[in-house]
């Protein structure tokens, strides 16, 4: 199966788009059309073509951004989707698959019929496809985008003959190469004597003449299925004691951490299940503030939920699945104790397993001179703190919408005014420091311009954070130091 | 209370600035600040700008004092030599004063955290300045420089240098630096205090008073400016952004918090170091200190002395000696009179050494057999003709050497000297060597933002779609310079209630013109008497051996260095390859002064238009010109040459000059004054000098306002200053007498000139190439031919054009082939005595020179077979299989596909010693195969492939069974005028700005070309097919005007998809335009054929798509 405009069906499925479309992926410092609609390639575009000549050309082209990790993706979920016509569905390229349907067919009234089917569905789901059915997997390929539709079994040489080279999957060099020298067709380089072929060319193009004829094997691999991170144990007498739980959990932990560890991976979500004699079934999830495949300490986050567990009458088995796995590379271990962070990482889990993960909330410092735009509220356990808190202009701790201040003073602070209803003299005061508003961003509170900041010490001993709008007067609050 | 702000870092510290120098000194003057430094990062690049400003801004003020307002334009964008932004009056008190300029840089050391303002206080302190940065420029790349502080502590003596610690975290290291340089250079060094706003200024004043107690260097308050005007702070932002390759809403910490880092007037600052008042004042002590000037850089030129003999006395005697040989039959009296007007006007200006100098490099090129002609204003005297620098002889045209050479003006003489472009590169070493790098430097060009460039970044920055920054720059096709206009971009679909975009479009205005980087200039050699890099900082260029000042020609133009072009000219290397084929193969030695002059057959043959290949002429436009203006005489084509450009022709003056040359209407004079200026033109104004000889005379103006508007014409940067003359210009003329109508084409005339005028000299200069080219075209077309394609790149045409024009002048023209061919073209003579042209291995593309010489090296007695090149020449099997590609084995009695068997069977880059006799060794027999012979059109496309032209057929001819009713291009000049349809290879695509947007195209087929006119909303229509085809089918109607031709397009046919029915798999290689003469885009160069095998299924098997 070819699926010629993969990348630009992919978006349009999303978001159609009426008229000529591209995807366009960036080399360098230009942008190239990847993929066209078929409206685009009316209109004259080419692959590969830079944007801003494609613009020229049809200034109406609308356009977005190529995205292979997608393309990938969705390839692979057409893959899984092909399994319903035979387990043996692999990839072909990127935007491709191969499926070996040897055995197959006839669970779908024959090829003829198969190959309806297919097109059928694919073109429901608004995707154009070419599909080839052949002997082998070259031939296949070859008529799937020179001449799609099917070649009875033994008729392969006879039905590529007449094909161009370019259908031999050798790379465009060799092709022109081989049309130059007026080799056009399968049939006749087929007709050639194989070794002076292969003294002008690599043995490649041998090796895919061969294959495409069926002279030489050539294997469909299938996809893979993904891993499963799930474990469990029947004990073979009801157990009841936490002890004997925590025991059979280390034990299992163990198997699913080394399995994790295989595949570098982390659970961010471990679920236990415990079945009881009595037919009925308990799950409890830990959910973990960074993904972590140490059993020891996995297990002792487990010992909470686990003394909650009812254990009725015994239980029978238990499972322990992964649910939610991330990606964890191996790493050097140290020597001892727990490095940096990681405890704040097990006090979050513990907290979060009381009061939900998503609850804990953890201040981020942003690159802004903007104070209200200085850090951010992050769930805890998602997200590493990436940048550095800026020390050098402190910070109120508390920052709260700024609150007007009566004042007529204009360059200093005033010495007295009121806030709150306190009645407040000013001790000392430092600044100004000056921000302006960020001009590229609309921001409804910064409306009155610039402000000069202070920090204000008042004899009443409140410490404030002041800013006065020179552009539209007037003394406000901000937030308060310890 | 007074104020000088000491430390301004201009747009010239590149991407960092965020305002013009000109704009802080306008800026400054407003402000009525006491002084200003420019101070650039390690660079001396702006303040000759900020000089410049200020010099006019004087100007102004003295010629108008009764008028308070000061004039600022915005810019000048010197790409398109259009005004950007709208001129801006500032109100200035009556009394005001202008700030004193104060020359200086900000010295950036790599190895200290702290950055010294260097501020020399006279010419020695300068000097040792501009000794430093070249140092540091001339250590490292391109555009950096590299210095230490020890390399400071050497050199900076006489300079003030204020320290500017950054912050206090390295407090140690900076407190020692700046004793360090407080002992070296006691008195001299200031401890500088910029204020922040960041709420601790008065902690840092503090900090900063304490650092300066313990060095001992005083404290001084600078601003650390960055810009003008507060407004710029979103620009600074922008260009920040670009500076670290991110977005604005990734610039987090690295905007600037606030716009306090712009230009503030004296109280405010005052305001701000409250408590240092001694700071504010020691601003001014420094200024005071500091008397430098720029004016002062007396510049010496070289003294040209040659065995003791004084300059002035070695002009006169080479001018004498030069003029004796230029008459063998004893120097007309008219000669003697003006070389001894000349000799004494230049003596009296002192510019004998100048001449001497553009004479010395010449007699160089000379000995070196390098072709050379100058031009200029200066070079059409007959102290130039005499010294053989230019060919042109004052007989030919009127010469008016006082001109240029004014003695008002006291300003240098411009002569600039074209070369061969392929040995300029010597004759530039030439002049290093004999000067030394140390004396003779390229000027810089500095390369400014331009609209593309402009949206492109700004775009960017803003996070702007794709899909909007291509919508902003519109249609591309040619070069707009105007910034984005709100009206088309409504046009275009863009919202403008948009914020972000609005502030995208309003940054895009403002950052056209901005300085983007130094490059050099294209010949422009600045050489001096004493050390050049005293005068100014000199860097590395990218190109290797090449260094290059800081200053570019205007700012050299405005401290009055002299400067000579030295630049290359592809028709020289042409025709000095044409006289060495004559002289070679005819026996006939030539220069350019020995062609015959006013030859008869020559001029017949350009009023046929027969002009393919000739200097100048050989443009659509010249062209069809030709025909109209019949030229018979070398004048004729000195205004051939003049009047087919934009100034005239946006001046409205090539029509009644052409109706009076054809007696259509009557030749008239405005005014007898103006007869004496117009007569040689008919009345008509043509060239710049009439221009400015027509303000004089006509419009009343002073010799130096003359020269002032015609300053403001040879350097477009100044184009903004046209317009003060306007008024000045026509109102003169109708107190004259003249008709208003007149006065205003006159100046529309001259507003012309500024984008693209010739004066008369160049003109004439040209015009003796373009006679001599079309002699020897009309004369020796197979040399002529030859010595083209030898030269190429260059000129108009492809070589498949001038292959087939040499054709048509029944020159034999031969294929490449292994054993006849050179790496050049060469001429064969044949049985009859005459010359057959043969192809060189340059035609084939991919083919190296040094492949091509070892291949004539080993030829010995021929060669049989590839297998033969390979083993005897060396050449590698890929260079053997472009060879036999190109056919080049058809001699050797192998066919292409043959000898491409054979070639590909050769894998070993060299052959392995035991094996190299055929004979001897071991032989590796195989079968025979036959290959398919090839038919006539694959034949055909596999010669585009290899050499983009085919001697044997054109596609043309081929498709022209396939596509009925077409008319022959050799028809149309004798057919009737009705619709016709012709077809054929696009050669050439163009839209010319002034042609108000038609596009020429010209068509090949088999037998000749033609001229294609495409009207604006035909290409509306046809937009995609007259951009992308390569084969196009135009059916239009015939026009003919004597032997000018046009089809006028009604409808446009893509027929490239028949190349493919040549087939073969690269029919694309065929109509493949040269950018040079096609503004289209470019197609993709990447062939995506190999993401496309859709195409070939499509050809191979037609409707099997099923979706």
Same mark, same amino acid.
């Given at each position: 199966?070819?699926?010629?405009?993969?990348?630009?069906?992919?978006?349009?499925?999303?978001?159609? *788009?009426?008229?000529?479309?591209?995807?366009?992926?960036?080399?360098?410092?230009?942008?190239?059309?990847?993929?066209?609609?078929?409206?685009?390639?009316?209109?004259?575009?080419?692959?590969?073509?830079?944007?801003?000549?494609?613009?020229?050309?049809?200034?109406?082209?609308?356009?977005?951004?190529?995205?292979?990790?997608?393309?990938?993706?969705?390839? *692979?979920?057409?893959?899984?989707?092909?399994?319903?016509?035979?387990?043996?569905?692999?990839?072909?390229?990127?935007?491709?698959?191969?499926?070996?349907?040897?055995?197959?067919?006839?669970?779908?009234?024959?090829?003829?019929?198969?190959?309806?089917?297919?097109?059928?569905?694919?073109?429901?789901?608004?995707?154009?496809?070419?599909?080839?059915?052949?002997?082998?997997?070259?031939?296949?390929?070859?008529?799937?985008?020179?001449?799609?539709?099917?070649?009875?079994?033994?008729?392969?040489?006879?039905?590529?003959?007449?094909?161009?080279?370019?259908?031999?999957?050798?790379?465009?060099?060799?092709?022109?190469?081989?049309?130059?020298?007026?080799?056009?067709?399968?049939?006749?380089?087929?007709?050639?004597?194989?070794?002076?072929?292969?003294?002008?060319?690599?043995?490649?193009?041998?090796?895919?003449?061969?294959?495409?004829?069926?002279?030489?094997?050539?294997?469909?691999?299938?996809?893979?299925?993904?891993?499963?991170?799930?474990?469990?144990?029947?004990?073979?007498?009801?157990?009841?004691?936490?002890?004997?739980?925590?025991?059979?959990?280390?034990?299992?932990?163990?198997?699913?951490?080394?399995?994790?560890?295989?595949?570098?991976?982390?659970?961010?979500?471990?679920?236990?299940?415990?079945?009881?004699?009595?037919?009925?079934?308990?799950?409890?999830?830990?959910?973990?503030?960074?993904?972590?495949?140490?059993?020891?300490?996995?297990?002792?986050?487990?010992?909470?939920?686990?003394?909650?567990?009812?254990?009725?009458?015994?239980?029978?088995?238990?499972?322990?699945?992964?649910?939610?796995?991330?990606?964890?590379?191996?790493?050097?271990?140290?020597?001892?104790?727990?490095?940096?962070?990681?405890?704040?990482?097990?006090?979050?889990?513990?907290?979060?397993?009381?009061?939900?993960?998503?609850?804990?909330?953890?201040?981020?410092?942003?690159?802004?001179?903007?104070?209200?735009?200085?850090?951010?509220?992050?769930?805890?356990?998602?997200?590493?703190?990436?940048?550095?808190?800026?020390?050098?202009?402190?910070?109120?701790?508390?920052?709260?919408?700024?609150?007007?201040?009566?004042?007529?003073?204009?360059?200093?602070?005033?010495?007295?005014?009121?806030?709150?209803?306190?009645?407040?003299?000013?001790?000392?005061?430092?600044?100004?420091?000056?921000?302006?508003?960020?001009?590229?961003?609309?921001?409804?509170?910064?409306?009155?311009?610039?402000?000069?900041?202070?920090? *204000?010490?008042?004899?009443?001993?409140?410490?404030?954070?002041?800013?006065?709008?020179?552009?539209?007067?007037?003394?406000?609050?901000?937030?308060?130091?310890? | 209370?007074?104020?000088?702000?000491?430390?301004?870092?201009?747009?010239?510290?590149?991407?960092?600035?965020?305002?013009?120098?000109?704009?802080?000194?306008?800026?400054?003057? @407003?402000?009525?600040?006491?002084?200003?430094?420019?101070?650039?990062?390690?660079?001396?690049?702006?303040?000759?700008?900020?000089?410049?400003?200020?010099?006019?801004?004087?100007?102004?003020?003295? %010629?108008?004092?009764?008028?308070?307002?000061?004039?600022?334009?915005?810019?000048?964008?010197?790409?398109?030599?259009?005004?950007?932004?709208?001129?801006?009056?500032?109100?200035?008190?009556?009394?005001?004063?202008?700030?004193?300029?104060?020359?200086?840089?900000?010295?950036?050391?790599?190895?200290?955290?702290?950055?010294?303002?260097?501020?020399?206080?006279?010419?020695?302190?300068?000097?040792?300045?501009?000794?430093?940065?070249?140092?540091?420029?001339?250590?490292?790349?391109?555009?950096?420089?590299?210095?230490?502080?020890?390399?400071?502590?050497?050199?900076?003596?006489?300079?003030?240098?204020?320290?500017?610690?950054?912050?206090?975290?390295?407090?140690?290291?900076?407190?020692?630096?700046?004793?360090?340089?407080?002992?070296?250079?006691?008195?001299?060094?200031?401890?500088?205090?910029?204020?922040?706003?960041?709420?601790?200024?008065?902690?840092?004043?503090?900090?900063?008073?304490?650092?300066?107690?313990?060095?001992?260097?005083?404290?001084?308050?600078?601003?650390?400016?960055?810009?003008?005007?507060?407004?710029?702070?979103?620009?600074?932002?922008?260009?920040?952004?670009?500076?670290?390759?991110?977005?604005?809403?990734?610039?987090?910490?690295?905007?600037?918090?606030?716009?306090?880092?712009?230009?503030?007037?004296?109280?405010?600052?005052?305001?701000?170091?409250?408590?240092?008042?001694?700071?504010?004042?020691?601003?001014?002590?420094?200024?005071?200190?500091?008397?430098?000037?720029?004016?002062? &850089?007396?510049?010496?030129?070289?003294?040209?002395?040659?065995?003791?003999?004084?300059?002035?006395?070695?002009?006169?005697?080479?001018?004498?000696?030069?003029?004796?040989?230029?008459?063998?039959?004893?120097?007309?009296?008219?000669?003697?009179?003006?070389?001894?007007?000349?000799?004494?006007?230049?003596?009296?200006?002192?510019?004998?050494?100048?001449?001497?100098?553009?004479?010395?490099?010449?007699?160089?090129?000379?000995?070196?057999?390098?072709?050379?002609?100058?031009?200029?204003?200066?070079?059409?005297?007959?102290?130039?003709?005499?010294?053989?620098?230019?060919?042109?002889?004052?007989?030919?045209?009127?010469?008016?050497?006082?001109?240029?050479?004014?003695?008002?003006?006291?300003?240098?003489?411009?002569?600039?000297?074209?070369?061969?472009?392929?040995?300029?590169?010597?004759?530039?070493?030439?002049?290093?060597?004999?000067?030394?790098?140390?004396?003779?430097?390229?000027?810089?060009?500095?390369?400014?933002?331009?609209?593309?460039?402009?949206?492109?970044?700004?775009?960017?920055?803003?996070?702007?779609?794709?899909?909007?920054?291509?919508?902003?720059?519109?249609?591309?096709?040619?070069?707009?310079?105007?910034?984005?206009?709100?009206?088309?971009?409504?046009?275009?679909?863009?919202?403008?209630?948009?914020?972000?975009?609005?502030?995208?479009?309003?940054?895009?205005?403002?950052?056209?013109?901005?300085?983007?980087?130094?490059?050099?200039?294209?010949?422009?050699?600045?050489?001096?008497?004493?050390?050049?890099?005293?005068?100014?900082?000199?860097?590395?260029?990218?190109?290797?051996?090449?260094?290059?000042?800081?200053?570019?020609?205007?700012?050299?133009?405005?401290?009055?260095?002299?400067?000579?072009?030295?630049?290359?000219?592809?028709?020289?290397?042409?025709?000095?390859?044409?006289?060495? &084929?004559?002289?070679?193969?005819?026996?006939?030695?030539?220069?350019?002064?020995?062609?015959?002059?006013?030859?008869?057959?020559?001029?017949?043959?350009?009023?046929?238009?027969?002009?393919?290949?000739?200097?100048?002429?050989?443009?659509?436009?010249?062209?069809?010109?030709?025909?109209?203006?019949?030229?018979?005489?070398?004048?004729?084509?000195?205004?051939?040459?003049?009047?087919?450009?934009?100034?005239?022709?946006?001046?409205?003056?090539?029509?009644?000059?052409?109706?009076?040359?054809?007696?259509?209407?009557?030749?008239?004079?405005?005014?007898?004054?103006?007869?004496?200026?117009?007569?040689?033109?008919?009345?008509?104004?043509?060239?710049?000098?009439?221009?400015?000889?027509?303000?004089?005379?006509?419009?009343?103006?002073?010799?130096?306002?003359?020269?002032?508007?015609?300053?403001?014409?040879?350097?477009?940067?100044?184009?903004?200053?046209?317009?003060?003359?306007?008024?000045?210009?026509?109102?003169?003329?109708?107190?004259?007498?003249?008709?208003?109508?007149?006065?205003?084409?006159?100046?529309?005339?001259?507003?012309?000139? %500024?984008?693209?005028?010739?004066?008369?000299?160049?003109?004439?200069?040209?015009?003796?190439?373009?006679?001599?080219?079309?002699?020897?075209?009309?004369?020796?077309?197979?040399?002529?031919?030859?010595?083209?394609?030898?030269?190429?790149?260059?000129?108009?045409?492809?070589?498949?054009?001038?292959?087939?024009?040499?054709?048509?002048?029944?020159?034999?023209?031969?294929?490449?082939?292994?054993?006849?061919?050179?790496?050049?073209?060469?001429?064969?003579?044949?049985?009859?005595?005459?010359?057959?042209?043969?192809?060189?291995?340059?035609?084939?593309?991919?083919?190296?020179?040094?492949?091509?010489?070892?291949?004539?090296?080993?030829?010995?007695?021929?060669?049989?077979?590839?297998?033969?090149?390979?083993?005897?020449?060396?050449?590698?099997?890929?260079?053997?299989?472009?060879?036999?590609?190109?056919?080049?084995?058809?001699?050797?009695?192998?066919?292409?596909?043959? %000898?491409?068997?054979?070639?590909?069977?050769?894998?070993?880059?060299?052959?392995?010693?035991?094996?190299?006799?055929?004979?001897?060794?071991?032989?590796?027999?195989?079968?025979?195969?036959?290959?398919?012979?090839?038919?006539?059109?694959?034949?055909?496309?596999?010669?585009?492939?290899?050499?983009?032209?085919?001697?044997?057929?054109?596609?043309?001819?081929?498709?022209?069974?396939?596509?009925?009713?077409?008319?022959?291009?050799?028809?149309?000049?004798?057919?009737?005028?009705?619709?016709?349809?012709?077809?054929?290879?696009?050669?050439?695509?163009?839209?010319?700005?002034?042609?108000?947007?038609?596009?020429?195209?010209?068509?090949?087929?088999?037998?000749?070309?033609?001229?294609?006119?495409?009207?604006?909303?035909?290409?509306?229509?046809?937009?995609?097919?007259?951009?992308?085809?390569?084969?196009?089918?135009?059916?239009?109607?015939?026009?003919? @005007?004597?032997?000018?031709?046009?089809?006028?397009?009604?409808?446009?046919?893509?027929?490239?998809?028949?190349?493919?029915?040549?087939?073969?798999?690269?029919?694309? %290689?065929?109509?493949?335009?040269?950018?040079?003469?096609?503004?289209?885009?470019?197609?993709?160069?990447?062939?995506?054929?190999?993401?496309?095998?859709?195409?070939?299924?499509?050809?191979?098997?037609?409707?099997?798509?099923?979706?």
């Amino acid at each position: 199966m070819w699926f010629q405009r993969l990348p630009s069906e992919r978006v349009l499925r999303a978001r159609p *788009v009426d008229g000529p479309f591209a995807v366009t992926s960036s080399e360098g410092n230009h942008d190239r059309l990847y993929c066209l609609n078929r409206e685009a390639e009316s209109q004259g575009l080419e692959r590969g073509m830079g944007l801003a000549d494609a613009r020229a050309y049809v200034p109406d082209l609308v356009t977005r951004p190529a995205d292979i990790d997608a393309d990938r993706r969705f390839l *692979v979920m057409l893959a899984r989707w092909a399994t319903r016509y035979t387990p043996h569905a692999g990839l072909d390229g990127e935007n491709g698959l191969v499926l070996d349907i040897t055995g197959a067919a006839h669970l779908f009234n024959g090829e003829e019929a198969m190959l309806e089917d297919m097109k059928e569905r694919l073109s429901r789901a608004r995707l154009s496809v070419k599909i080839g059915i052949a002997d082998t997997r070259g031939a296949a390929w070859a008529l799937s985008r020179f001449a799609p539709g099917i070649v009875p079994a033994g008729k392969t040489s006879a039905a590529l003959g007449p094909l161009s080279v370019s259908a031999l999957r050798i790379n465009e060099k060799t092709a022109t190469a081989l049309k130059r020298l007026g080799l056009n067709t399968i049939a006749d380089i087929n007709a050639l004597p194989r070794a002076t072929l292969a003294r002008r060319f690599d043995m490649g193009l041998i090796a895919r003449l061969e294959e495409a004829l069926g002279t030489r094997g050539e294997a469909v691999s299938p996809l893979s299925e993904p891993p499963h991170y799930g474990v469990r144990m029947t004990f073979p007498e009801p157990i009841g004691l936490v002890d004997d739980v925590m025991a059979a959990l280390s034990r299992l932990l163990e198997t699913l951490c080394l399995r994790l560890k295989t595949r570098e991976a982390g659970a961010r979500a471990i679920t236990l299940a415990v079945e009881r004699v009595d037919q009925t079934r308990q799950d409890v999830t830990l959910r973990l503030a960074r993904p972590m495949r140490d059993a020891s300490r996995i297990l002792r986050l487990f010992e909470r939920p686990v003394g909650e567990i009812d254990a009725g009458f015994g239980i029978e088995r238990i499972r322990l699945e992964a649910g939610v796995v991330e990606a964890l590379p191996a790493e050097q271990i140290g020597e001892g104790g727990l490095v940096e962070g990681e405890a704040l990482d097990d006090l979050v889990t513990r907290l979060g397993a009381r009061i939900g993960l998503d609850n804990i909330i953890r201040f981020q410092p942003v690159a802004s001179h903007i104070p209200e735009r200085g850090f951010t509220e992050n769930p805890a356990a998602y997200g590493r703190v990436e940048a550095e808190w800026r020390m050098d202009h402190p910070r109120p701790l508390r920052l709260f919408p700024p609150e007007p201040v009566t004042s007529q003073a204009a360059r200093r602070p005033p010495s007295r005014f009121s806030w709150r209803r306190m009645r407040l003299e000013t001790a000392a005061s430092s600044g100004p420091e000056r921000i302006a508003p960020e001009w590229w961003r609309p921001d409804e509170a910064w409306r009155t311009g610039l402000r000069d900041y202070w920090r *204000v010490d008042t004899r009443q001993g409140l410490r404030l954070w002041m800013f006065h709008t020179p552009q539209a007067p007037g003394w406000f609050v901000h937030g308060l130091f310890a | 209370m007074d104020y000088a702000e000491l430390c301004v870092t201009s747009n010239f510290t590149f991407l960092t600035g965020a305002s013009h120098p000109e704009e802080f000194v306008a800026r400054a003057a @407003e402000l009525g600040l006491s002084a200003i430094a420019i101070t650039d990062r390690n660079s001396l690049a702006g303040v000759v700008r900020a000089f410049r400003e200020l010099k006019e801004i004087r100007r102004k003020l003295k %010629a108008r004092a009764d008028e308070i307002t000061l004039t600022v334009k915005q810019h000048i964008d010197p790409s398109s030599r259009m005004p950007v932004g709208e001129t801006v009056s500032i109100p200035l008190a009556p009394a005001a004063r202008l700030p004193r300029l104060i020359v200086g840089c900000r010295l950036v050391l790599a190895d200290s955290p702290v950055d010294f303002v260097a501020l020399p206080k006279d010419k020695p302190a300068y000097q040792k300045l501009v000794r430093l940065l070249s140092l540091g420029k001339q250590r490292t790349q391109k555009g950096e420089c590299l210095l230490y502080l020890s390399d400071m502590l050497e050199w900076a003596d006489g300079s003030l240098l204020i320290a500017l610690p950054e912050s206090m975290e390295q407090k140690a290291e900076a407190t020692d630096h700046i004793a360090q340089a407080h002992r070296r250079f006691p008195g001299y060094v200031f401890t500088g205090a910029a204020p922040r706003y960041d709420g601790s200024d008065a902690a840092w004043f503090k900090t900063l008073a304490a650092l300066s107690h313990a060095t001992g260097a005083p404290m001084v308050a600078t601003g650390d400016v960055l810009m003008h005007h507060a407004s710029r702070r979103q620009l600074a932002d922008v260009l920040t952004c670009m500076r670290h390759h991110i977005t604005i809403d990734a610039i987090g910490h690295l905007a600037l918090p606030n716009a306090e880092r712009r230009l503030k007037p004296a109280d405010e600052m005052a305001h701000i170091f409250r408590d240092h008042p001694a700071a504010i004042r020691r601003t001014l002590e420094i200024a005071a200190r500091l008397t430098f000037d720029l004016t002062e &850089l007396s510049y010496n030129y070289p003294a040209e002395l040659a065995h003791g003999e004084a300059p002035q006395a070695r002009l006169a005697r080479l001018t004498w000696e030069g003029l004796k040989w230029r008459n063998p039959g004893g120097i007309p009296d008219r000669h003697r009179e003006l070389a001894e007007k000349e000799l004494a006007l230049v003596d009296e200006l002192g510019f004998a050494a100048y001449f001497l100098t553009v004479h010395d490099i010449i007699v160089y090129a000379r000995s070196r057999g390098i072709l050379c002609q100058g031009r200029g204003s200066a070079a059409n005297s007959i102290l130039c003709y005499a010294l053989g620098i230019t060919d042109v002889s004052p007989d030919m045209i009127g010469m008016v050497f006082e001109r240029f050479v004014s003695r008002h003006r006291g300003e240098p003489p411009d002569i600039d000297v074209d070369f061969e472009h392929e040995r300029r590169e010597e004759v530039i070493q030439h002049i290093y060597e004999k000067y030394g790098r140390d004396h003779a430097g390229l000027c810089a060009t500095v390369i400014h933002f331009r609209s593309r460039a402009a949206i492109r970044e700004v775009g960017k920055v803003m996070g702007l779609s794709n899909d909007v920054t291509a919508a902003l720059s519109g249609q591309i096709w040619g070069i707009s310079s105007k910034g984005a206009d709100p009206e088309r971009l409504k046009e275009v679909g863009l919202d403008l209630s948009d914020r972000r975009l609005t502030q995208t479009v309003r940054i895009i205005g403002e950052i056209i013109g901005f300085p983007r980087h130094l490059s050099q200039h294209v010949g422009g050699f600045v050489i001096t008497h004493d050390r050049l890099d005293e005068l100014c900082p000199i860097e590395n260029a990218a190109m290797e051996d090449r260094t290059v000042i800081e200053w570019d020609k205007d700012d050299i133009d405005a401290l009055q260095i002299l400067k000579v072009d030295v630049l290359s000219l592809g028709m020289l290397t042409c025709l000095q390859k044409s006289f060495d &084929l004559l002289s070679r193969h005819y026996n006939h030695p030539l220069t350019i002064a020995a062609v015959p002059q006013e030859d008869e057959a020559t001029y017949s043959m350009l009023q046929r238009a027969d002009a393919i290949g000739v200097f100048q002429v050989e443009s659509r436009a010249q062209m069809n010109f030709l025909p109209r203006m019949k030229p018979a005489t070398f004048y004729d084509l000195v205004i051939e040459v003049a009047i087919v450009r934009p100034g005239p022709i946006q001046g409205g003056m090539v029509q009644p000059y052409i109706q009076r040359r054809q007696k259509k209407a009557k030749v008239e004079y405005p005014s007898p004054d103006l007869e004496g200026v117009l007569k040689k033109t008919l009345g008509v104004p043509l060239f710049q000098e009439q221009a400015m000889l027509i303000a004089v005379v006509a419009a009343g103006f002073s010799p130096e306002d003359a020269d002032r508007l015609r300053r403001s014409l040879a350097s477009f940067r100044q184009m903004g200053t046209i317009g003060e003359f306007e008024e000045q210009f026509v109102n003169g003329m109708l107190q004259n007498g003249y008709e208003l109508d007149f006065a205003q084409r006159c100046f529309a005339q001259i507003r012309g000139f %500024a984008d693209y005028g010739f004066p008369e000299s160049h003109a004439a200069a040209f015009a003796m190439l373009t006679y001599v080219s079309a002699w020897l075209k009309c004369h020796y077309p197979a040399a002529f031919a030859c010595a083209l394609l030898n030269s190429q790149p260059m000129g108009f045409y492809a070589p498949a054009q001038i292959v087939r024009d040499a054709r048509e002048h029944q020159v034999e023209v031969r294929p490449i082939s292994v054993n006849h061919s050179a790496w050049d073209c060469t001429l064969e003579r044949r049985a009859d005595g005459a010359y057959a042209l043969r192809l060189g291995f340059r035609q084939i593309k991919g083919l190296k020179k040094e492949d091509a010489d070892w291949l004539v090296t080993g030829r010995g007695n021929g060669y049989q077979t590839p297998e033969d090149v390979w083993l005897r020449a060396g050449l590698m099997p890929a260079v053997l299989e472009r060879l036999a590609e190109a056919d080049a084995f058809a001699d050797a009695g192998l066919s292409r596909r043959d %000898a491409l068997w054979r070639v590909k069977a050769i894998r070993a880059p060299k052959p392995l010693p035991l094996f190299s006799d055929p004979i001897d060794g071991e032989h590796i027999s195989e079968p025979d195969v036959i290959l398919p012979a090839m038919n006539l059109g694959e034949q055909v496309v596999e010669d585009y492939v290899a050499t983009r032209m085919s001697l044997r057929a054109h596609p043309m001819e081929l498709l022209r069974p396939k596509m009925p009713g077409l008319t022959l291009h050799s028809a149309l000049a004798v057919t009737q005028q009705r619709r016709v349809s012709v077809a054929g290879l696009v050669i050439t695509r163009q839209r010319p700005g002034t042609a108000s947007g038609v596009i020429f195209l010209t068509l090949e087929d088999e037998t000749g070309v033609s001229n294609i006119v495409v009207w604006n909303k035909v290409y509306e229509r046809f937009r995609r097919t007259v951009m992308g085809g390569r084969l196009l089918k135009v059916t239009g109607r015939l026009q003919r @005007e004597g032997v000018v031709v046009h089809v006028i397009a009604e409808t446009i046919e893509d027929c490239s998809w028949r190349l493919s029915e040549l087939g073969h798999p690269m029919d694309d %290689a065929i109509g493949i335009t040269d950018p040079k003469s096609d503004d289209t885009p470019r197609r993709p160069k990447l062939q995506p054929r190999a993401h496309h095998p859709r195409e070939q299924a499509k050809k191979l098997f037609p409707s099997r798509d099923f979706h």
